[in-house]
């Protein structure tokens, strides 16, 4: 559980005072100090994939490279090519590990749909499926499936995510429907919001402690998440419109490749979300792509307003590459994913490494015109990678086969929040990892033996690993002690997936190779170009961050507790 830490009130305001002096610097005073940070996640994207992409492949793109931005970026740029992702390895755990520097262990952040043996049910269903449930304040809590993505929202059909008098793109906190929320008994019933639900803070709120202005896109309004430590008053600004929303057309709005998205670019897809497309897809991330452009401008998310300056930490997350990697688009025929098993991107990916790219490039391009460029420290990363790379080892086992959900569903284990049986659930915590929370712990050997007794790829769950008892507990912790870690984590062999989505050819989530090896690259100026073979985390971006901003990482109670250390092999002025 979290440490609280707390300074005597004199040597608050002292820090507080000399942060803010030193935050509150804009533009670059010729001392090139890093004073600001873009933190950008281009999900799905994997070590390979920089590599690939900046060095040019013989057999695409005319044999050039197809992210030259990323490419020049690389020049200046410190590129760690063994960093691994959080494992799980699924957005949520994800960014919760880079924004933090922890561990699920430490957070309680295992997946966005997960459980918890501490909590109870919301008030009404979630618009995923996750019904409501019984809570009694101060009494034991009956466990419950745990909800933090578009299920939460006011009207997840909408973009804006259904927050009252909201214009048609905007969407944040107020998007988020309370009812909606997992309640905690041990605090009266009271709905658990995002930044809540994570047990340690963020580099956003210590930043936002320090005087520093904060500022972060995402995927869902749920993304809020980034604000533990200190809630909202952690974010000066918020913008997260619902990537899993109804298409409509963008007035006004042309990606950085110069494609207009006032009509619906691909009418023919699916429309129930900005992720069945390739072209939509790229619409939707142009929408936080101009949000970071209007905080380098100073203003906020939509440009209506103004801010003090150009935030200290800011960024957004891509999703245009992620949907490439998966998606099998049937309306117009065209496969995403790669080629082979050497990342030789497909041409539908090809093109949204470009559209990521030119997006980069926009964000260069007004860092130096508002002269902002040399005092700024850009890291781009991924919440996690893709698995399979290779296209041939692709194997949807709920389709051919069974999960081990499924499994454990049928013989009676599972709780009915997250059982297979329940017909208007959510379902299960699986996509190519199986997480498993038990009705009781004492289940664990007898619920084990049966997963081993089932294999197979072709007619049982394509086993590769099960993580329990002391082998679970020595990475995560106790399950018959913390609420939030599985009895059991299963692991398959490579490729095998159980999401059961015949529009798929990869997933993520998973502790495999392709799932956990992302890009992770440090640039900034005055770097000279450097790749580091050391494994690292992407848990060290948050003190890294929080280092080269003159604050002491310590404040990060992941650092003080799991010792998370500052990247090697980078130095920032003092």
Request: aromatic share 6%.
């Amino acid at each position: 559980m979290k440490t609280v830490y707390r300074l005597g009130v004199v040597a608050s305001m002292l820090a507080l005072l000399s942060a803010t002096s030193a935050l509150a610097q804009d533009r670059d005073d010729g001392r090139r100090s890093i004073k600001h940070v873009l933190l950008i996640s281009v999900d799905g994207m994997h070590a390979v994939d920089f590599v690939n992409c900046a060095n040019g492949v013989p057999t695409v793109n005319n044999g050039e490279p197809y992210c030259p931005t990323i490419a020049a970026l690389g020049k200046t740029g410190i590129n760690y090519v063994s960093a691994s992702t959080s494992k799980p390895s699924d957005s949520f755990p994800g960014l919760t590990a880079i924004i933090t520097g922890g561990s699920p262990a430490f957070t309680g952040v295992y997946y966005d749909v997960a459980y918890s043996r501490a909590l109870d049910g919301p008030v009404v269903a979630t618009g995923n499926g996750n019904q409501p449930g019984p809570c009694t304040a101060g009494k034991a809590p009956t466990g419950y499936t745990t909800e933090y993505e578009e299920g939460i929202d006011i009207d997840q059909t909408k973009l804006n995510g259904g927050a009252p008098h909201a214009s048609l793109t905007d969407g944040g906190i107020a998007s988020i429907d309370p009812q909606k929320l997992d309640r905690d008994p041990a605090n009266g019933c009271k709905p658990v919001w995002p930044w809540q639900f994570v047990r340690a803070n963020s580099i956003f709120s210590v930043i936002h402690q320090h005087g520093g202005i904060t500022a972060w896109s995402d995927k869902h309004p749920a993304y809020s998440s980034v604000a533990s430590g200190i809630g909202p008053s952690a974010l000066d600004d918020f913008y997260a419109p619902e990537i899993n929303s109804t298409v409509i057309g963008l007035p006004g709005v042309t990606t950085p490749t110069g494609i207009s998205c006032a009509a619906i670019r691909d009418s023919g897809s699916d429309l129930t979300a900005w992720t069945n497309s390739f072209a939509n897809i790229q619409c939707y991330d142009t929408l936080k792509v101009n949000a970071v452009l209007n905080w380098i401008d100073a203003k906020t998310r939509l440009g209506t307003g103004r801010l003090d300056h150009t935030p200290t930490i800011f960024g957004m997350n891509f999703q245009a590459v992620s949907v490439a990697q998966k998606l099998i688009e049937k309306s117009n025929g065209v496969t995403g994913g790669y080629l082979d098993a050497a990342a030789t991107p497909s041409a539908a990916l090809l093109d949204e490494f470009k559209f990521v790219d030119a997006s980069i490039a926009a964000f260069v391009s007004e860092l130096k015109e508002r002269r902002l460029l040399d005092s700024t420290l850009i890291v781009i990363t991924a919440k996690h990678g893709q698995s399979p790379i290779d296209p041939s080892r692709y194997v949807g086992q709920t389709i051919n086969g069974t999960s081990p959900a499924t499994l454990l569903s049928n013989a009676g284990y599972i709780p009915y929040s997250e059982s297979t049986n329940n017909p208007i659930g959510i379902g299960p915590t699986e996509d190519d990892v199986s997480l498993l929370w038990l009705n009781s712990s004492s289940n664990t050997d007898a619920a084990v033996q049966i997963l081993q007794q089932n294999p197979s790829t072709s007619t049982g769950i394509g086993l590769g690993q099960i993580f329990y008892g002391p082998s679970l507990s020595l990475n995560f912790n106790d399950p018959t002690v913390d609420p939030r870690t599985p009895d059991i984590i299963v692991t398959p062999n490579v490729g095998v997936t159980y999401s059961g989505s015949h529009a798929k050819q990869s997933e993520h989530g998973g502790f495999a190779h392709d799932d956990t090896n992302v890009v992770l690259l440090l640039s900034n100026p005055d770097f000279h170009a450097k790749t580091v073979n050391a494994p690292v985390g992407t848990a060290q971006v948050a003190p890294t961050i929080l280092k080269a901003l003159h604050i002491d990482p310590r404040d990060l109670d992941a650092v003080k507790v799991e010792g998370t250390p500052v990247l090697p092999a980078v130095q920032f002025q003092q």
